[in-house]
């Protein structure tokens, strides 16, 4: 993809199996995208899902493969992409305040002037009156916008999303799912979503990869033709479940049915 922002190529990553031989966790995968995409990236659990961020986020580094930012390799160099994990991770002695200011505290920024710029836009983030509680205060969906709002802070372009939203119930989760392509689109983020599933790739994605089980491969892809401008009441129509029968179809039999032509 000629105008990628974020390409990823020909990652193979194995690691050493317990009392046996090496275990290939990924193989061969490549996937590429443009500057304020969002794409999910859906397939069984232990696939190999949260290796690939972890090599995307410069935390581990793959036998073999590239991954570029811009142009630049970032391979085994942590930093150059924002990462919210499955678990919000907020410290529970400090302040919802102190929390998301964590990332800008830790990159040399001073507290007064990391405070002010997280301040703006605690309304936002539906946590305005809620600065000096404690996480444990908090509700799930609270919790998770805070994580995201930390993740924010970062100030980075590309983010990572690992199931933010998994151990939420479902009316939170359809909730926080709209709410999170508002936030998306008002900060002009490049968004990749690790999920479970179809509803919440097909809703939030440009583009949806369906991956394989291990070692993880990419089985297919759906190029998600809905309007971006999207509501919850989308899911309901006759073209979102012509998305999903095709994600579904991938994730099951590897093949598109015949009705779903042109989605991939």
């Avoid at 990553?13 to 500057?35: K, N, Q």
């Avoid at 710029?117 to 509680?133: N, P, T, V």
Wanted: glycine fraction near 8%; include cysteine; hydrophobic fraction near 40%.
């Amino acid at each position: 993809m000629a105008d990628a922002r974020l390409e990823v190529s020909n990652l193979h990553f194995s690691y050493d199996g317990d009392d046996g031989p090496r275990v290939t966790a990924i193989e061969d995968v490549s996937f590429s995208l443009r500057r304020s995409e969002f794409v999910s990236i859906i397939g069984p659990s232990g696939c190999g899902k949260s290796t690939l961020f972890n090599i995307i986020g410069g935390l581990l580094t793959p036998d073999t493969g590239t991954v570029t930012l811009d142009g630049a390799d970032i391979v085994g160099r942590p930093g150059n992409v924002a990462y919210m994990m499955q678990r919000d991770l907020l410290l529970p002695w400090r302040s919802v305040l102190d929390n998301v200011i964590l990332a800008p505290e830790l990159a040399g920024q001073s507290r007064s002037q990391a405070r002010e710029k997280a301040r703006a836009l605690l309304r936002r983030f539906g946590l305005d009156g809620f600065e000096e509680s404690y996480p444990a205060a908090l509700s799930g969906g609270m919790r998770q916008r805070a994580a995201l709002l930390r993740t924010i802070l970062c100030e980075r372009s590309v983010i990572l999303l690992d199931e933010p939203f998994g151990a939420l119930d479902a009316l939170t989760r359809a909730a926080m799912s709209e709410w999170l392509l508002g936030i998306q689109h008002e900060f002009d983020r490049t968004m990749i979503l690790i999920t479970h599933d179809p509803d919440d790739a097909v809703y939030l994605s440009n583009r949806v990869y369906v991956a394989t089980a291990r070692p993880m491969r990419i089985g297919g892809v759906v190029d998600i033709q809905l309007p971006r401008d999207r509501h919850r009441d989308l899911t309901l129509t006759p073209a979102f479940a012509t998305h999903k029968k095709a994600v579904l179809a991938l994730l099951e039999n590897g093949d598109l049915p015949p009705e779903a032509g042109g989605l991939s």
